[in-house]
């Protein structure tokens, strides 16, 4: 008699599920990239916007395709209120924490120079304020978290075979990623707080958002609301 297979009833998903979550996962990495870098030399501040678009797009129909949707990576309609805020502000803390932790190791190595100017058209422009407000709660807010988060941890964690260590290396990649992203216009310096940012964002999902990333939304929203808003304003340092 044959006997059977101990591989078979480990909690790893199957070789070819693995490869299929890779191959969606580089896909989806390739729209942010190349059509990031397409935009770019037309357009600093729709570059961004465009990318995360167009991977929302090709992500969703990689979803659909497995017989999935973004609610399965944690896009639900919080259940209760108070504990969504809750949930939120302790983001916020947490974000707070690593990034200004981040700040005190990236002055060693590197010019902090903000923004280069992206955003300068916004101070006392309301219309252009206005549009900003739109990115923020779309591109800024709903898109980086359902793709840097939800999307690019969980493909990540499912091609290394799942688990917490999977879940670690998948947290740490996609952080790099999202700093990454963000260095064309805020510098190595931004995008190493950047990527901290995404570190603090990525540890909360990890622990509840893929049961539910509005926390984690809401939170990306508020700052990058608060951040426009100064700058409407004047306010900026």
């Known amino acids: ?53 167009s991977a929302m797009i090709v992500g969703t129909v990689l979803l659909r395709r497995r017989g999935l949707a973004w609610t399965d990576l944690g896009l639900r309609w919080p259940e209760s209120w108070s504990k969504t805020l809750g ?16 700040v ?6 590197f010019e902090d120079i903000g923004t280069s100017d992206r955003f300068s058209h916004i101070e006392g422009n309301l219309p252009a304020y ?13 898109f980086e978290e359902l793709l ?9 964690s499912e091609a290394l075979g799942g688990g917490l260590r999977s879940d670690i290396v998948a947290l740490i990649i996609s952080s790099a990623f999202f700093g990454y992203r963000h260095a064309y216009y805020q510098g190595w310096h931004g995008a190493l707080v950047t990527g901290a940012g995404g570190f603090a964002f990525g540890v909360f ?10 926390p984690l939304i809401f939170a990306h929203g508020a700052f990058n609301t608060l951040g426009q808003t100064f700058r409407y304003l004047g306010i900026e340092d």
């Open 148 to 156: 840097f988060r939800a999307f690019v941890i969980n493909h990540t």
């Open 205 to 214: 999902y990890l622990w509840f958002g893929r049961r539910n990333i509005m």
């Open 1 to 53: 008699m044959p006997q059977p297979d101990k591989k078979a009833s480990t909690n790893s998903p199957p070789s070819y599920t693995r490869v299929t979550a890779l191959r969606d996962l580089l896909l989806v990495v390739t729209v942010l990239v190349i059509v990031k870098q397409s935009v770019l030399p037309i357009s600093q501040l729709y570059a961004g916007p465009a990318s995360t678009v």
């Open 104 to 109: 005190l190791v990236a002055d060693l190595f």
């Open 130 to 142: 206005l549009l900003i407000m739109v990115l923020v709660w779309t591109h800024g807010s709903f």
């Open 87 to 102: 949930l939120t502000l302790l983001t916020m803390a947490f974000f707070l924490v690593c990034t200004q932790l981040m």
